[in-house]
């Protein structure tokens, strides 16, 4: 299962048609109607030119020279028609427009519109990357700056690749998972390398973090599929997760707890709004700690595939042990009370938890991203979901094969949160590190400012 993650054709004034070629008998003398005939009889060279016309014609065996005449008379009326041998007419040439007719003529063209002058060239847009390598997923994004804070994605891949598989219980990553993970690196770096990318960042999180042979894997990495990936550390984690949910956040919300539920750590910032609020969203961080505990280290020490009720309230209380040591748990306090507090989660677990909810027959990211839940269709969803074994939730459009054995560590882990800060609404986001990165390297690089896109 992927995870949740295109009249110029008019002929010249002035000009006759064509004449016709010669057919095997004689042919007639064309001559435009008017052009020239009060001319022939006012100049007495004409009349050479009659002389000599009609002793060629002698010469040539024409016709008697009063029959001349008399077909000279015809022409110069309305109605002229000379037969070939087998006694048809031949098709009429185009008439030539008169002398007098001459200067008038262009009146009757219709002039072109003006042309509106030529657009400037569009300025090439710069093209930035952002890739994340976590415990559980291997993401890419590709995009263009838009309006500002904004950018418009042109490619992107997402693969489960389960680089954290066996880590918790061995501190190595097994041969398994690094090789799926390079695979997928591989089409990232085709990707990448088919664009002209102004600036890119490639992280990885918890796995290589905590793994013993982490460092050593990222170098095959740059071997193999041509990337390099910098090991970021939890604080830097949480600063993105925050930086890439920014517009999910409204101009009258006092307080937010994010948190970022994934493979092997999750992330939880609590963010202060009572004051001046800063175009970044990260500024107001006031507090925030990162559990070395995600989706895919919880199943593993608990199980996944089958979870009882005992099962899962064991998980809710393993993470929330660790959210009472803490420190800084309680600097939201004054606003936790308030209609203008909630929480924003950015996870896979809450992705699925809304796909649930919508009752969805295939997972549609624009209707789940920013989605509201309130507090009685959160429960609701976390009890249908214990309810169901391990091949209903496999069955589940939004769960598949995939997730059916992480859902419900995510959502013992979702619990815990509440249990700290409880709010009556909770905003789903499907977004996380790769939109964080995107808009800090554009806020950076200047791309919003001085009218630009």
């Given at each position: 299962m992927e995870?949740?993650?295109?009249?110029?054709?008019?002929?010249?004034?002035?000009?006759?048609g064509a004449l016709p070629t010669q057919s095997a008998g004689p042919q007639p003398a064309r001559f435009s109607r008017h052009a020239g005939a009060h001319q022939r009889h006012a100049d007495p060279r004409h009349a050479n030119q009659r002389q000599t016309g009609a002793s060629l014609a002698d010469q040539q065996g024409d016709p008697p020279k009063g029959k001349t005449r008399k077909r000279r008379k015809r022409r110069r009326g309305r109605k002229v028609f000379a037969r070939d041998d087998n006694g048809a007419p031949p098709?009429?040439?185009?008439?030539?427009?008169?002398?007098?007719?001459?200067?008038?003529?262009?009146?009757?063209?219709?002039?072109?519109?003006?042309?509106?002058?030529?657009?400037?060239?569009?300025?090439?847009?710069?093209?930035?990357?952002?890739?994340?390598?976590?415990?559980?997923?291997?993401?890419?994004?590709?995009a263009v700056p838009g309006r500002h804070g904004q950018f418009r994605v042109i490619d992107a891949f997402s693969r489960i690749v389960?680089?954290?598989?066996?880590?918790?219980?061995?501190?190595?990553?097994?041969?398994?998972?690094?090789?799926?993970?390079?695979?997928?690196?591989?089409?990232?770096?085709?990707k990448l390398r088919n664009r002209k990318i102004r600036k890119a960042r490639l992280i990885a999180t918890e796995a290589c973090r905590s793994a013993a042979n982490g460092v050593e894997f990222l170098d095959r990495v740059e071997r193999e599929a041509g990337l390099k990936l910098e090991i970021i550390d939890r604080q830097t984690e949480a600063r993105l997760a925050v930086s890439g949910c920014g517009s999910l956040v409204e101009r009258d919300t006092q307080g937010v707890v994010l948190f970022d539920i994934g493979?092997?750590?999750?992330?939880?910032?609590?963010?202060?709004?009572?004051?001046?609020?800063?175009?970044?969203?990260?500024?107001?961080?006031?507090?925030?700690?990162?559990?070395?505990?995600?989706?895919?280290?919880?199943?593993?020490?608990?199980?996944?595939?089958?979870?009882?009720?005992?099962?899962?309230?064991?998980?809710?209380?393993?993470?929330a042990?660790?959210?009472?040591?803490?420190?800084?748990?309680?600097?939201?306090?004054?606003v936790l009370a308030s209609p203008n507090f909630?929480?924003?989660?950015?996870?896979?677990?809450?992705?699925?938890?809304?796909?649930?909810?919508?009752?969805l027959e295939r997972y549609d990211r624009r209707r789940v991203d920013g989605l509201w839940m309130d507090r009685d269709s959160v429960d609701r969803m976390i009890e249908?979901?214990?309810?169901?074994?391990?091949?209903?939730?496999?069955?589940?459009?939004?769960?598949?094969?995939?997730?059916?054995?992480?859902?419900?560590?995510?959502?013992?882990?979702?619990?815990?949160?509440?249990?700290?800060?409880?709010?009556?609404?909770?905003r789903v986001a499907d977004r996380g590190l790769r939109e964080g990165i995107l808009s800090e390297l554009m806020a950076d690089d200047g791309v919003w400012r001085g009218g630009r896109p």
């Open positions: 995870d949740h993650d295109t009249g110029a054709g008019a002929s010249a004034v002035g000009m006759s098709p009429a040439a185009p008439a030539a427009i008169p002398a007098s007719q001459a200067q008038s003529a262009p009146s009757q063209v219709e002039p072109r519109p003006p042309q509106s002058p030529p657009r400037p060239p569009q300025k090439e847009l710069p093209v930035f990357a952002a890739l994340d390598l976590g415990t559980n997923n291997c993401r890419l994004l590709v389960r680089l954290g598989e066996g880590l918790t219980a061995s501190g190595r990553l097994s041969q398994a998972a690094m090789d799926r993970a390079v695979e997928a690196l591989k089409i990232c770096g085709d493979g092997g750590s999750s992330e939880i910032a609590l963010i202060d709004l009572t004051g001046r609020r800063s175009p970044r969203l990260a500024n107001h961080i006031v507090s925030w700690t990162s559990l070395p505990v995600g989706v895919v280290s919880l199943a593993e020490r608990f199980g996944g595939r089958t979870v009882t009720r005992e099962t899962f309230a064991a998980m809710v209380d393993d993470v042990a660790r959210l009472k040591v803490f420190d800084g748990r309680d600097r939201l306090a004054h909630h929480l924003l989660g950015t996870s896979g677990t809450v992705t699925t938890l809304a796909g649930v909810h919508l009752d249908r979901l214990i309810g169901w074994d391990f091949q209903q939730r496999c069955a589940n459009p939004c769960i598949g094969a995939d997730r059916a054995d992480l859902v419900l560590a995510g959502c013992a882990i979702l619990e815990a949160i509440r249990g700290v800060w409880p709010s009556e609404r909770l």
